[in-house]
């Protein structure tokens, strides 16, 4: 398997830049889940009694649901993308060379 290490260094940053990506989003999801949990502990009144807690809440829900349904898809996307780009240049590479030897042999 023949691959220039321009493309391995490129296939590199990409992977890692979007395996950061989710990793972020990741994190961002946890800490506002923990906000959510931790805004709930708190305040012990229920939500519809304080106008201000009630759009506080649904701030953060929104927020968590943003992050969760949103973010996590899209860079678990990007990641799979990366990958499965960089295995059909391969496969590419590793056909190009085949015929290159046949033709050489011939």
Known sequence: MFVSEYEKVNFSAKFYLYFGALNLSVIAAVTTAAAVVNYLSTNPT????????SQALEMLWMMMILHLVIWLPLCFGMVGMAMNLQGKRIQAVEQELTKRDELLTQ
């Open 46 to 53: 229920s939500p519809g009694q304080d106008p201000e807690s």
